[in-house]
């Protein structure tokens, strides 16, 4: 079945250096649609940067990740880590067409220190 | 600005009660879901309706049900709670069309002891 990895439970940064989340993603089908959602703290999850399309960057609030078909990843990265990009990172995949589930990954929390 | 409204934020009850969780989305969305975050952070979803139909049910103990009066609520019941229950419950609501993007709400997180 469909599955997304998260390699890393935890990443700790101190600010300033650039970060990168590691998403990996398995699924039969060529259409799929890969996700990232952040989840801060006593907030709701919310959606952070969307793809569907091979080779193209995607960018939103200084994050950015490019869909890669051929190495099935989505990895999330950004130049500068902030202490308010602090929070629990979520990888998704959902495959067009079926009922808009969306499969995630253990999730990454990543932590931000002075 | 919240769209997706939980009730209660949090619930303590003991092994075997019965519980009940509220969700109601101000979106139009005609599709809602209930995910379950353990305590591991496990995102994983329990049950999706489409427009008061239930268009998937996930492999969760018959204890759960989901009940949708019209597309913009869908509650969650518990019959007889247990203490792998524990955990925070969040709704999400998504437009059926084009627009692929999960709005969830705040949460309910459940303690069962």
């Known amino acids: 079945g469909d599955s997304v990895t998260q390699k890393e439970g935890l990443v700790t940064l101190t600010e300033g250096l650039p970060v990168m989340l590691n998403c990996t993603y398995q699924?039969?089908?060529?259409?799929?649609?890969l996700f990232w959602y952040v989840h801060y703290l006593n907030e709701s999850p919310r959606l952070l940067l969307k793809?569907?399309?091979?080779?193209k960057r995607t960018e939103h609030q200084g994050f950015h990740a490019t869909l890669h078909k051929s190495s099935s990843s989505f990895h999330l990265q950004k130049s500068s880590a902030q202490l308010s990009d602090s929070a629990l990172y979520y990888c998704?995949?959902?495959?067009?067409?079926?009922?808009?589930?969306?499969?995630f990954g253990l999730g990454t929390t990543l932590q931000v220190q002075p | 600005e919240t769209a997706v409204f939980q009730t209660p934020n949090y619930h303590v009850t003991q092994v075997g009660n019965e519980v009940s969780f509220n969700c109601k989305q101000t979106?139009?969305?005609?599709?809602m879901y209930w995910y379950k975050q353990d305590s591991k952070k496990l995102l994983k979803i329990m049950f999706s309706?489409?427009?008061?139909?239930?268009?998937v049910n996930e492999t969760v103990p018959r204890r759960f049900s989901p009940q949708s009066s019209d597309k913009a609520h869908l509650n969650l019941r518990i019959k007889s709670v247990e203490p792998e229950d524990s955990a925070v419950y969040l709704c999400?609501?998504?437009?059926?069309?084009?627009?692929?993007?999960?709005?969830f709400g705040a949460g309910t997180r459940l303690s069962v002891l």
């Open positions: 999400a609501s998504r437009d059926w069309g084009f627009q692929n993007t999960l709005y």
């Open positions: 699924t039969i089908y060529s259409n799929a649609f």
């Open positions: 793809s569907s399309t091979d080779n």
């Open positions: 998704a995949l959902k495959r067009t067409g079926n009922t808009g589930k969306l499969i």
């Open positions: 979106l139009g969305h005609d599709t």
């Open positions: 309706y489409n427009n008061k139909q239930l268009i």
